[in-house]
């Protein structure tokens, strides 16, 4: 049996899916409580940025105005945790680590997992591929 999960840093394609379908931010929180349990939500800077990107990338007023919205209200509701020198630790020793290794991981999700193993959280993405490739990350799908 799996250990409970104490928390979840939502990477970027989790709030994507969930706006390219048109579900609201409450939606998706509550979709998450239902397959998750009550657990702590955050997300990385990275992922908020990747998430921004998509605004600008609209082909739309319609679509960048719906992006911007959803983007604010997931910022009202589910704290950003900041990169600072404990995370950077982490990214620096898993990134040396598998490079010794001859491994490349993707910077950017290394920065969100090293957010998730600084929290003691999980990864809820849909990008399995790529975050399952980072040693002593819990990761999840919805």
């Known amino acids: 049996m799996e250990p409970a999960v104490l928390g979840l840093v939502l990477d ?3 709030g994507i899916s969930a706006e390219r379908r048109k579900e609201s931010v409450a939606g998706l929180i509550e979709r998450i409580a239902t397959a998750f349990g009550p657990v702590e939500l955050s997300l990385s800077p990275v992922a908020v940025g ?3 990107h998509g605004i600008y990338r609209g082909n739309s007023d319609e679509t960048v105005r719906r992006r911007r919205e959803f983007v604010a209200e997931l910022l009202h509701l589910i704290p ?6 404990p995370t950077a630790w982490i990214v620096g020793r898993i990134h040396g680590q598998e490079a010794a290794k001859g491994n490349t991981l993707p910077f950017n999700d290394l920065l969100i997992a090293a957010s998730a193993i600084e929290q003691g959280y999980a990864v809820l993405t849909g990008n399995l591929r790529h975050f399952q ?6 990761v999840l799908s919805l």
Do not use: C, Q, W
């Open 133 to 138: 490739r980072i040693p002593g990350l819990r």
């Open 12 to 14: 970027s394609t989790v």
């Open 50 to 52: 990747e998430l921004v």
């Open 80 to 85: 950003v945790h900041p990169i600072a020198a």
